[in-house]
């Protein structure tokens, strides 16, 4: 369905802008036109492995997204704003329209037969995100849109009141951490979460969120060694002998040792410290740190390792991972792939899963984006799960952070909330949120801003500690307040209340 208008009378034609318009609808018409041929190779390329019609929409939308924005488009932008009209900067859910819009009205001021985009088709978009958020993240819990997912800690299995009061607060969907506890202890956790939600007259999916291949450190030969600034450790293949200088670490995937050179960045325990490879030694390199508190950090097993510069090329399912696939193949409501970096390991995950699921349907999948290289593919990743079933990306800041860098995580997370929206599929804003507050009762001002940034995503995920429910209502307080002014990159003009009545002298 189509809004079809008469040309504008001719005195709207004679406008002194005239110009101005003309030269503005000649670079829309060009622009769409090279945009239009790109998307359709980069659709042409995804169009053969979409099985999923709701998927379709979005796919599409993607690439000519992806198209647009292999573009400068600013100057376009300003031409339309000097005119009045959109300047195209909140268009991620339906770019095509939205230009469409913008050249009908270009048409109707300069006397031409104008047709405009039926608004429902504007919408459609964000009404398919919105359908797959209530899927992902459950129903809404009232007064805010964003919805709050919690890491479930042990207490979950053990203590109903505890999840009943987690749900009070405003929980709307609930974490599971395949690396900790087991299927005793999940069983006893998903009971409690469905009676919760049962009780509360809620929908409050399951996540069970599967390690994947995690660098961590194995082991160190001298436990509790402090490291500071200008240190040297080695980082070895295999256990040996001991330096009588440094102390050496293994690592759980030793194989990428053998890709280190001199220069190369390497973070250990999610930034805490940072060391760069100065020398290559047999079966190992030695590094020194150039990162750490002033009081030093210790050096501990179990800690994750990071190595930005190095696209790790290791099976995506690890022997624990397909351990744990039975359960969560037939318990989990979402599945969540925990660094997932290709294509292919979603189809063996997917393949994977389908062994344990019977006639069963193919459980949602939520991507959690934690390297450079799951950045760089994400539109492959996106089109690979969204093509079998329904998917969701979750931004895990802490690793990507390591692996972009914290100078630009700022802006990664940024281009990952559009990418999405413009494939209609939702998003969480995850690691860290309210982490002080966690801990330890009392938020920092950074993280409260921190989260108010992360209402613009379909979901925040709030991890485990002492003051869980403090911080689930803390949260939906801001969540209410930031959702009467802003919903994804539009500021909404609702009124403001810290100047109404008389102002004081």
């Known amino acids: 369905m189509t809004n079809t208008t008469t040309p504008l009378p001719r005195q709207a034609r004679s406008a002194p802008n005239a110009a101005a318009i003309a030269a503005c609808r000649s670079l829309l018409k060009d622009s769409i036109a090279r945009i239009e041929t790109d998307s359709a190779a980069i659709f042409s390329a ?3 492995e979409i099985a999923r019609p709701e998927f379709r929409a979005g796919a ?5 997204y992806l198209a647009a924005r292999q573009y400068d488009l600013t100057r376009l932008q300003s031409s339309l704003s000097v005119l009045g009209l959109s300047s195209l900067g909140r268009a991620e859910s339906h770019l095509r329209l939205s230009l469409a819009a913008v050249g009908a009205t270009l048409d109707g001021l300069s006397g031409l037969p104008a047709t405009w985009p039926d608004p429902c088709e504007l919408e459609a978009g964000l009404v398919q995100t919105t359908l797959d958020q209530t899927l992902f993240f459950g129903d809404f819990p009232g007064g805010y849109n964003t919805r709050i997912m919690v890491t479930m800690p042990p207490q979950g299995a053990t203590d109903p009141r505890f999840v009943d009061d987690l749900v009070d607060a405003g929980a709307s969907c609930f974490r599971i951490n395949c690396a900790h506890d087991g299927p005793e202890a999940w069983s006893a956790m998903i009971g409690n979460i469905r009676a ?5 007259h809620r929908h409050c999916p399951v996540l069970m969120d599967i390690a994947g291949p995690k660098c961590r450190i194995e082991s160190v030969d001298r436990p509790g060694t402090r490291l500071f600034r200008g240190d040297r450790f080695r980082l070895m293949t295999e256990p040996g002998r001991s330096h009588k200088k440094m102390p050496s670490i293994t690592i759980t995937f030793p194989d990428i040792i053998t890709r280190l050179h001199s220069g190369l960045q390497v973070w250990i325990d999610d930034g805490k410290i940072g060391a760069r490879v100065v020398e290559i030694i047999d079966g190992g390199a030695v590094l020194e740190v150039t990162v750490a508190a002033d009081k030093g950090k210790k050096l501990r097993p179990e800690k994750g390792i990071n190595f930005p510069a190095i696209d790790l090329e290791i099976e995506h399912l690890t022997p624990a991972d397909l ?8 318990h989990a409501d979402i599945v969540g792939c925990s660094f997932v970096q290709r294509p292919q390991d979603i189809r063996g995950l997917t393949a994977a899963l389908r062994q344990h699921r019977g006639d069963q349907p193919s459980q949602p999948l939520l991507l959690k984006i934690e390297t450079a290289l799951a950045v760089r593919n994400l539109p492959r990743l996106i089109v690979q799960a969204g093509s079998h079933q329904p ?13 972009v860098g914290a100078e630009r995580l700022s802006e990664a997370q940024e281009e990952i909330l559009w990418l999405c929206e413009a494939a209609h599929i939702p998003v969480v804003w995850a690691t860290q949120v309210l982490e002080t507050l966690l801990k330890t009762g009392a938020p920092s001002r950074a993280e409260v801003t921190d989260a108010a940034m992360g209402q613009r995503a379909e979901c925040i995920m709030l991890n485990k500690g002492p003051y869980i429910g403090e911080a689930i209502r803390f949260l939906a307080g801001i969540l209410r307040r930031m959702d009467r002014h802003q919903f994804k990159k539009t500021a909404r003009l609702s009124a403001l209340t810290s100047w109404r009545g008389p102002q004081p002298l």
Do not use: H, Q
């Open 196 to 200: 919760s939600a049962s009780k509360a």
């Open 60 to 64: 599409e939308n993607l690439a000519f």
């Open 46 to 48: 995804w169009e053969g």
């Open 391 to 403: 998917v969701a990306v979750m931004i895990a800041r802490g690793d990507l952070a390591m692996e």
């Open 323 to 330: 351990a744990v696939l039975p359960f969560v193949a037939t």
